[in-house]
């Protein structure tokens, strides 16, 4: 999966897509980069990144769906609105690549790397993390719907690593 950056008359429209829903900021389609980037879960939808390229202040982030953005806030509700009318769709191949994305736009971490094994009820992952106090050693489960639940964590190394300024699976 790889970002891609939108063709003048798609930017032109994402643009004006986003002003009609963001409260806060105005994009100008000449000053802005607009990329998307293809997620395995969500078959239907992308991820959407804003840059307006100011040294301070890093991209915003949307997914786009059927007809619809949503942004992607730090909020764990735009996240489970967007499972299910996206709609979801984890399998054993998406579920590490889906813990990701909630990890990093919910909860401010970076997933390193994990294990993954399929449950009755879902999926448990052992995970590598990184966030701003340390790097640890987790384990999730994640269900059907895309809940994510954290059932233990132990940190195994300091501070040190900054986490990464952009997203990518």
Do not use: C
Not at 82 to 99: I, S
């Amino acid at each position: 999966m790889s970002w891609k950056t939108a063709a003048a008359d798609e930017k032109l429209a994402l643009v004006r897509d986003i002003n009609k829903v963001e409260p806060a900021m105005r994009f100008n389609p000449d000053q802005t980069l607009v990329e998307s980037l293809s997620l395995p879960f969500y078959p239907k939808a992308a991820l959407l990144r804003f840059d307006k390229g100011q040294p301070r202040g890093g991209p915003l982030w949307y997914m786009k769906l059927q007809g619809e953005i949503v942004p992607l806030d730090g909020s764990v509700a735009n996240i489970h609105y967007v499972n299910a009318n996206a709609p979801l769709d984890l399998t054993a191949q998406t579920v590490a690549a889906y813990l990701k994305f909630r990890l990093y736009f919910a909860d401010n971490l970076w997933l390193e790397s994990a294990l993954v094994e399929t449950r009755e009820e879902g999926f448990r992952a052992a995970a590598r993390v990184t966030e701003r106090a340390g790097e640890y050693e987790a384990v999730y489960d994640i269900s059907a719907r895309g809940e994510v639940e954290e059932l233990k964590k132990e940190q195994t190394a300091p501070a040190g690593k900054p986490l990464p300024q952009s997203f990518d699976l």
